[in-house]
């Protein structure tokens, strides 16, 4: 497998998104058209490129995919490389769109958990209690008031056939899971946290250590949806690590108190239980 | 003002444009907007008057140039377009006549990056060099810096910092102006602000990986993880680091199971 991304790349030092791009461009190969919408980093691989704003992110994807199939080129794939601005908040009305009429297209977002490329305004992916630059923690302020919007299960109810979580700290999962979406026919998505140096305000070296705390920690759990229904959790250990592991590191997170840190620790416990059931039936209820 | 994203060029800005406020003058800070990364070359101004200032656009031709990285002071374009005798403040940790940048300019340095990991443990510049301003230049009194530190860095970050403050106003060398007069044709463009791809990177780092090849046990995951590919494999099946590529963000040095890669600081 051939290196697809530009080196050197025009990223930060120990970027994540960077490392996800790396990696799921590797699997994809040279056959594809890469669409960007305004996200950081947006000069990533060498393939050809189509921007376009924020909110028509899922209708070019759209307008791509379906020349293709005009041209009868169905060996080259429409492949979005989306942030988290462009699935969870401005890019969702679109991307929504495009789900429910199952089109084509494979959508690779970097999940950096908030507006990075801006500065870090906060998003419908930031964490609950996380400060960004505009939820500045302060005498009436815990940072962000709001828990992260479920879009993995949100873009699984529109019964799409592939809806998958990955993280950069387990490369071969991320890889596989990008494998196997390559070749469904149909709209499907990889999620891919991929943690922010400058951002989540940590040394850029922990980038990886943090994304597998983050995993182990049961705060990002890896998991496979197909159409909808068919549920499979792909990382499963024995015990938890609690996540104050994860949100340590973290300097977003320094003002949290013990009893904050409870309340997460709750939230993720009785997510993970879900989960569980879930893969324990196979199947998840939507 | 010219640093990398990270080193805090622009809060010193600011710090110093405080300052001149402090002391009854009139200021502006100025950061230049572009692609901030940290890591990438960027440049922010500050302009004081003791009359009010109505200009609001970047400073062309300033008096004092900063310079917050030592790599970046080898550059010749951080000493372009200063007014006549000029002032260039390098973050170096060599003599100000060691220096190679031309003009009619005067030099002093300051070893900042040292002074910065002794007492804030990281190399964050900004404040380690605000001192050596304060002593060299003149423009603002070292109570004043230290007053609009506690502002922006309140409690014991504060207190580092002023700690960094006071370290390297004593360690500032004089002005010492400069050998050459004539600044050569050839000069590398710092790329301030600019999007699209780049070519060489080297210049990035502060620390650079080293691979001890007799502990290597050539797992390749540090290869896995790079998040540069910087990382080439040799013929006996050890990684070797894309000089043009690596950031020096130390990903591969903190996975590598048998630690067998080691972060070094880049000598100059």
Known sequence: MDEMVLVPGSTCQGCGAAMAARLTFKVLGPNLIRHGIPCCPDHVSKHPRAGSVFEAGGSSLTGTSRALKALGRTDIKAVAFYGDGGTYDIGFQALSAAAERNENILVITKDNEAYMNTGGQRSGGTPKYAETTTNPVGPKSRGKGEPKKNIPMIFAAHYVPYIATASVAFPEDLMQKVKYAKDIEGFRMILIQAPCPVGWRFDPAKTIELARAGVQAGVWPLYEIEHGTSFKLNYKPKELKPVSEYLKPQSRFRHMTEAEVNEVQGNVTTNWARLLKADEMKTVVL | ?268
């Open chain 2, 1 to 268: 003002m010219h640093g990398r994203g990270g080193q805090g060029a622009v809060t010193a800005s600011r710090i110093i444009a405080t300052a001149a406020y402090e002391e009854g003058k009139y200021s502006q800070a100025i950061p230049m907007y572009g692609t901030e990364r940290r890591g990438a070359p960027l440049t922010a101004y500050v302009r004081i008057d003791d009359v009010r200032v109505r200009e609001r656009e970047l400073v062309h031709t300033p008096g004092i140039s900063l310079c917050f990285d030592p790599l970046l002071s080898l550059q010749q374009a951080v000493a372009n377009d200063l007014l006549p005798n000029g002032q260039v403040l390098l973050n170096a940790p060599f003599a100000p006549d060691k220096s190679e940048l031309a003009g009619n300019i005067n030099i002093a340095t300051v070893d900042a990056t040292s002074i910065a990991l002794e007492t804030l443990g990281r190399p964050i510049t900004n404040t380690a060099m605000l001192g050596a301003f304060a002593k060299a230049t003149g423009v603002v009194k070292l109570e004043s810096i230290e007053k609009a530190i506690k502002k922006y860095f309140p409690g014991r970050l504060g207190d580092m910092n002023i700690a960094a403050v006071r370290k390297s106003y004593e360690k500032v060398s004089p002005w010492v102006p400069a050998k050459n007069k004539v600044a050569p044709k050839m000069q590398v463009d710092l790329n301030v602000g600019g999007y699209g791809t780049l070519k060489d990177v080297s210049s990035w780092r502060v620390f650079y990986p080293v691979v001890n090849e007799e502990k290597c046990i050539g797992c390749k995951t540090c290869w896995i993880f790079c998040p540069e590919a910087a990382l080439e494999w040799k013929a006996n099946n050890k990684p070797a680091m894309v000089d043009r590529a690596c950031k020096g963000c130390g990903v591969c040095a903190n996975e590598c199971p048998v630690k067998a890669i080691e972060m070094k600081r880049v000598e100059i």
